[in-house]
C-alpha cells in the first residue's frame, strides 16, 4: 500500500509565459509564472522590451530638449512627468515661478491624475471582465485630452511646461470649459461606482486579493495608491508641496485592509479630490506672468539635486547632477513609481490563481514606457 | 417514404438554415447591443447601419487562413470545433417551435433527457481543443471549461427534474401542453428552478460571467487560441447556437413556448390572433437581450469562486427545489 503522502501520480510544475504580448500585461511587460494547477507558485518579472535609454540621451540633450523626453517615459500622465522634471531643474537653477503658472500647472497635473485614472479603472475593469467600464473611463479621458489639446495642441506627449514656467497662458473661456469638465465628471463617477463598488462580482475578485501589510509596502518601496491603499499616509502632494499644492485644501484616501478593492476605492476617492483641487485653483487664479526670470543660457551651478512629484501612479523623482560647465546634465536619473510599484508585483502574485494575475498588474497600474524609460 | 424521409430532411435543411443565418445576426445583434450599452454606434459601414456586417464577418472568417500549428495533434485538432458543433445543432430536433408537427422535427417522449445528454457531449469539443492544440493557454482553458460544464450540468439537470416533476412529462411538446392544461407559465410555479436554469445557462455556454474558458484577458482567448480562419468560426457557430438553444428551452419551460401570456385568462384571448412561433421567438429574443445585457454589465467570476457557486450553492438550491416539489405534488 502507497503511503499517504507519496502522491498517485506525477506532479509537475507548468511554467506558462505571459506576456510580453499578453491582451493585458499593459504593455509588453513579461511574466514568467510556475503554476501548480491554477495557483502561481513562482513569479519572474521580466522588462526591458521598451527601453530607449531616455536617461542617458537626457545627459547629451539640451536642459529644455529633456522636456520632451520626458513626455515619452509616462505616457499616460504626460504632464506630470513634465512638471517634475521642470521643478526640478528650477530647483537646481533657484529659479522662482510665478504663482500663476504654478497654480496652472496644479490644474494640468490634477487634469492629467483624472485622465491617467480613466485609464487605470478602464483597464483595470476590463482585465476582471467588465468591459462596459472600459468604454465610460476612456469617454471621460478623451474630455481631458480635449482639453489638454486645446491648451497645448498635443493630446498624448504634451510637452506642456518649460523650465521656470509655462510656454503659453490658458486659452480664453479654457477656465470655464475646465469648470464644465468637473461637473461632467463628478456626474459619471457614480456611474462607475454603480458598475462596479457594490457588484458582487467585482468585490468577489477583488476583496482580499492581493493583499499586502504597511510594513511590507514600505519595506517593497510601493508609492502611491498601492503604498496608500495599506494605510500608510505618504502622499508628495502633502508631505513636500511643490507647484501651489500647498495653498490648497485636499484629503489624502488611505485604505485599511491593503487588498485590491481599497485601492480602487483610493483611486476613485482621488478622481474627487482631484477635482476639488481643479475647482480650488481656478477660483483663486491669480493674475500675472507665467515665466520667471530664467536666464537665457541655462547652466546650473554644479551639485546636484533630487525633486519628487506625487504622479498618478506614486512618487515621481527626479536626480540630477550638474557639473556647471555644461548647457546638459551630467547625471540623469528618474525614480519613477510604475518600476517600483513592480517591485511588489511578485509578493502579490505568489498564492494566487492564473485570473488573480491580470487583476494584480492592474492595481498596481504600471506603465511600460516609465519602467523601461 | 414522404412522412418518413422527405418531410424531415425539408425540415432539417430549413432549420439549419434558419439557425446558421440567425447566429450571424445574433452576432450583430450582439455588437450592437453591447455598442448600444457602452454609448457607441457598434458596426455602421457595411449596409445601412452596419446590417451587412452580419453578412461580411462570415465572408471574412472564411476566407482567413486556416492554421493548423505543427505540433498539434492533426486529427483531434480538425475534430473539435466538428464536434462542439454539431451537438448544439442537434439539439434543436427535439425544440419544438409550435404545436403543430410542421413546427418540431421530432417529439420524442425523453425529448428533455435527449436535449440534456445532446448538449453535454459538446464539452468534448472544447476538450479535444484545447488538448489537440498542443499549447499551454487553451490546455489550462480546456480544464476549466470541463470541471465548469460538467458541475453545471448537474445543477442544471437536476434543477429540471423539479420541472418534470410539475409536468409530469419529458416531451417537449408534452410539457407545453401541459402548461396549457395547468392554464400556467412553469416559470411562475417553478420561480427558482428558472433561476437556477438561466445561472447554468449561462455557466454552459461559456457566457459572462461565466466565460472562464475563453477569458480573454486571462488566457488570451482560452481554449480556440490556436484556431483561425473557418475552425475557429465553428466554434464561435457553436456558441452560438448554444445560447439560442438554451435560450429557446427556457422559453418552452419556464414561459409556456409558443403559448400567449396568461393562457388561461379568457379575456385576453384575441392574443392567440398572432401566431404561436411569433410568440416563441420573441420570448426567444428576450433571453437573447438579457444574455447580451449580462454581458454587458457583469466582471467575470474567477475559477474557484465559479466552482463553489455550481457546488455549494447551485446543487443543493436544486436538490431542496426537488423535495419541495416532491412535497407539494404529494400533498396537493
Known amino acids: 500500500m502507497a503511503t499517504q503522502s507519496a502522491p498517485i501520480f506525477d506532479t509537475d510544475e507548468l511554467v506558462i509565459n505571459m506576456g510580453p504580448q499578453h491582451p493585458s500585461t499593459h504593455g509588453v511587460l513579461r511574466l514568467v509564472l510556475k503554476l501548480d494547477g491554477e495557483r502561481v507558485v513562482d513569479c519572474d518579472t521580466v522588462m526591458g522590451y521598451v527601453h530607449r535609454g531616455i536617461e542617458k540621451l537626457s545627459e547629451n540633450r539640451d536642459w529644455t530638449q529633456i522636456i520632451l523626453l520626458t513626455d515619452r517615459m509616462d505616457y499616460v500622465a504626460a504632464a506630470t512627468n513634465n512638471l517634475g522634471y521642470c521643478e526640478t531643474v528650477e530647483k537646481l537653477l533657484e529659479v522662482e515661478v510665478p504663482r500663476r503658472a504654478r497654480y496652472i500647472r496644479t490644474i494640468l497635473a490634477e487634469l492629467q491624475r483624472i485622465g491617467s485614472h480613466c485609464l487605470w479603472l478602464g483597464t483595470h475593469a476590463m482585465d476582471i471582465g467588465a468591459m462596459t467600464v472600459l468604454l465610460y473611463a476612456f469617454r471621460e479621458r478623451e474630455l481631458v485630452l480635449d482639453l489638454f489639446e486645446e491648451y497645448c495642441g498635443a493630446r498624448l506627449t504634451y510637452n506642456s511646461m518649460r523650465i521656470g514656467g509655462l510656454p503659453l497662458d490658458i486659452p480664453s473661456g479654457w477656465d470655464r470649459k475646465v469648470r464644465e469638465f468637473c461637473d461632467v465628471m463628478e456626474g459619471k463617477l457614480p456611474e462607475y461606482e454603480e458598475l462596479l463598488t457594490n457588484n458582487r462580482i467585482w468585490l468577489e475578485r477583488t476583496r482580499g486579493v492581493g493583499v499586502i501589510s504597511a510594513r511590507d509596502a514600505i519595506g517593497l518601496g510601493l508609492c502611491g495608491p498601492p503604498l496608500r491603499g495599506s494605510g500608510v499616509y505618504r502622499d508628495v502632494r502633502k508631505d513636500e508641496p511643490y507647484a501651489a499644492y500647498d495653498e490648497f485644501d485636499f484629503e489624502i484616501p488611505l485604505g485599511t485592509r491593503g487588498d485590491t478593492y481599497d485601492r480602487y476605492l483610493i483611486r476613485l476617492e482621488e478622481f474627487r479630490q482631484s477635482i476639488r483641487i481643479i475647482r480650488q485653483a481656478l477660483d483663486g487664479l491669480p493674475e500675472g506672468p507665467i515665466m520667471g526670470k530664467v536666464p537665457r543660457l541655462l547652466k546650473p551651478k554644479a551639485g546636484e539635486t533630487y525633486h519628487a512629484i506625487e504622479s498618478p501612479k506614486g512618487e515621481l523623482g527626479y536626480f540630477i547632477v550638474s557639473d556647471g560647465r555644461a548647457t546638459n546634465p551630467y547625471r540623469f536619473r528618474v525614480r519613477p513609481p510604475s518600476f517600483c510599484n513592480l517591485q511588489g508585483l511578485k509578493p502579490l502574485i505568489v498564492g494566487h490563481l492564473v485570473a488573480d494575475v491580470v487583476c494584480l498588474i492592474g492595481t498596481i497600474d504600471i506603465v511600460l514606457g516609465e519602467v523601461d524609460r | ?332
Open chain 2, 1 to 332: 417514404m414522404l412522412d418518413t424521409f422527405i418531410i424531415p430532411l425539408l425540415k432539417i435543411v430549413v432549420l439549419l438554415n434558419a439557425i446558421l443565418i440567425s447566429v450571424t445576426f445574433m452576432v450583430l445583434m450582439e455588437r450592437k447591443v453591447i455598442a448600444w450599452a457602452q454609448s457607441r454606434l457598434g458596426p455602421m459601414r457595411v449596409g445601412p447601419y452596419g446590417v451587412l456586417q452580419a453578412i461580411v464577418d462570415p465572408i471574412k472568417l472564411i476566407l482567413k487562413e486556416d492554421i493548423t500549428p505543427v505540433k498539434a495533434d492533426k486529427m483531434l485538432f480538425s475534430l473539435a470545433p466538428i464536434l462542439s458543433l454539431v451537438p448544439a445543432l442537434v439539439a434543436f430536433a427535439v425544440v419544438p417551435f409550435g404545436g403543430d408537427e410542421l413546427f418540431y422535427v421530432a417529439d420524442i417522449n425523453v425529448g428533455l433527457l435527449f436535449f440534456l445528454s445532446v448538449t453535454s457531449i459538446g464539452v468534448y469539443g472544447i476538450i479535444l481543443a484545447g488538448w489537440a492544440s498542443n499549447s499551454k493557454y487553451p490546455l489550462l482553458a480546456s480544464l476549466r471549461a470541463s470541471a465548469q460544464l460538467i458541475s453545471y450540468e448537474i445543477a442544471v439537470t437536476m434543477t429540471l427534474v423539479s420541472l418534470i416533476l410539475t409536468a409530469g412529462t419529458l416531451s417537449m411538446v408534452g410539457i407545453v401542453e401541459a402548461q396549457l392544461t395547468d392554464g400556467v407559465w412553469y416559470g411562475f410555479v417553478q420561480p427558482v428552478a428558472f433561476v437556477l436554469v438561466l445561472i447554468g445557462g449561462l455557466a454552459e455556454t461559456n457566457r459572462v460571467p461565466f466565460d472562464l474558458p475563453e477569458a480573454e484577458t486571462e488566457l488570451t482567448g482560452g481554449f480556440h487560441t490556436e484556431y483561425s480562419g473557418m475552425r475557429f468560426s465553428l466554434f464561435f457557430l457553436a456558441e452560438y447556437a448554444n445560447i439560442i438553444v438554451i435560450s429557446a428551452v427556457t422559453a418552452i419551460l419556464f414561459f409556456g413556448g409558443w403559448l400567449r401570456p396568461f393562457p388561461n385568462v379568457e379575456a385576453l384571448a384575441f392574443l392567440d390572433l398572432i401566431p404561436g412561433w411569433i410568440w416563441l421567438f420573441s420570448k426567444i429574443f428576450l433571453f437573447l437581450y438579457l444574455f447580451m445585457w449580462i454581458r454587458a454589465t457583469l466582471p467575470r467570476y474567477r475559477y474557484d469562486q465559479l466552482m463553489r457557486i455550481g457546488w455549494k450553492l447551485l446543487i443543493p438550491i436544486a436538490l431542496a427545489n426537488i423535495v419541495v416539489t416532491g412535497i407539494v405534488k404529494v400533498l396537493v
